[in-house]
């Protein structure tokens, strides 16, 4: 019986050691960390507190500060949550509370003037914050978009941009992105096909894609007699940039045949666009030996400069009257303030019947267009209220300011010569006023003119008396 009692005795002095010393749970055999009573070790289980509802929590007597159970039903929808018992009261601890890790690496895509920034997302994570700087503060909200395009950067350089993912519990670290552009290159463009081409002058220009990541410094366009123009030969400059420009070709020989390239240029270099070709006009002679620069604009041809002859096509003079033409029922011309000066700006002022005489007051193979050969004009250019802007001359030159949608796109170069009085032959609306005379009679004392205006971009359909001089442009047959 003794030798029993002291074999139980032993027993329990082992047991109680195992009991005061720390124990570790785990499946490799390490000891317990030192700092650690309990120490559970696994990589495919998890520690299971004790599981209880919260009339069942709320019972337990004289609760331990840090003491932790799993409520089954403490959650207002009835679902469980963990709880602690800290500083004499129960808390829950926030389901959703799984802090996310920083945003993971992914392929960016360059270009010379932009980077699309890209990243993955992680699990836990409600939304993401970019930021060209490391600063969460100031960053821009994603929301849960995992890509950023940034556009305006310098070509060939290297750019540091931090994105963060962030839910509930706050955002994780940085994830730090670094990217260069793609190297400058020359820029990329194309030209125009030339329009309002008349015997001196024409109308081109070009649009430029792209600035190859470096900022278009010059552009314009070049041409010559011979292909592959650069821009050692003739050129424009207009203006810098990308996008679509006009230029206007001046200074061309009548009757020749041109090619032509969109030029551009960056830091780079210098690159064209596709060539054209096109063939300026011919020009017109009077009978006077005058000799006019022509245009074409859609289906027509008109001269651009106002007639001058002094005699009808069959040699047979104009009468020049300087006085009055109130009674005049026949042909009269004169020049501004008749004076002979004014003839190589204005050209002549004719009244109705001239243009109407049998003889013709145009050269041979034109002709004094009809009210609605001007109307094929104006519609052709976008109708009345817009095509005055795209004749009138540009400019203050001539025209006073300020000269409202004047652009010549057209190379028809409209000036503001005004009207001759009838009655007494004075002569108004000289700079501001343009008229030209159409062969198409209102009625017996009204012609039917066209007008243009320095305060619009309108082109006016008018009416004056036919003993008024007013100016001439011819159409080709």
Partial sequence: MRIKFCIFLFFLLVKSSFLFSQVAINVDGSTPNNSAMLDVKSNNKGFLPPRMTQAEMMAISNPANGLIVYCTDCLRDGNGVLATFMNGNWNTLNINCIAALAPILATNVPSVAGIVWNWKG?????????????????????????????????CNTAYTRYVWAYNTCGNSLPLTLTQATLACSVPTLTTT??????????????????????????????????PNPTTANSKTSDDTGIGTFTSILTGLTPNTTYYLRAYATNNVGTSYGNEITFRTNDTVTDIDGNVYNTVTIGTQTWMVENLKTTKYRNGEVIA??????????????????????????????????????????????????????????????????VAGGKLKEAGTAHWQTPNTGATNSTGFTALPGGNRYHGDGTFFNVGSYGYWCSSTAYDATYSYPRSLYYGNAGASLSSCYKQDGISLRCVRD
Avoid: F
């Fill in 122 to 154: 992680v699990p836990y994570a409600t939304g993401y914050k970019w930021s060209i700087s490391n600063d969460y503060g100031t960053a821009t909200q994603m929301d849960t978009v995992t890509t950023k395009t940034e556009t305006g950067l310098v």
């Fill in 193 to 226: 096909v030339a329009s309002s081409i008349a015997s001196i002058t024409a109308t081109s220009g070009g649009n430029i894609t792209s600035d190859g990541g470096s900022a278009i410094s010059i552009r314009g366009v070049c041409w010559g007699t011979v």
């Fill in 320 to 385: 020049n009257v300087a006085g009055s033409w109130a009674t005049l029922v026949t042909g009269a011309y004169s020049w501004l303030n008749n004076d002979v000066a004014n003839k190589a700006v204005y050209g002549g002022y004719y009244n109705w019947y001239a243009v109407a005489d049998t003889r013709n007051i145009a050269p041979a193979g034109w002709h004094v267009p009809t009210d609605a050969e001007w109307t094929t004009l104006t519609d052709y250019l976008g109708g009345a209220r």
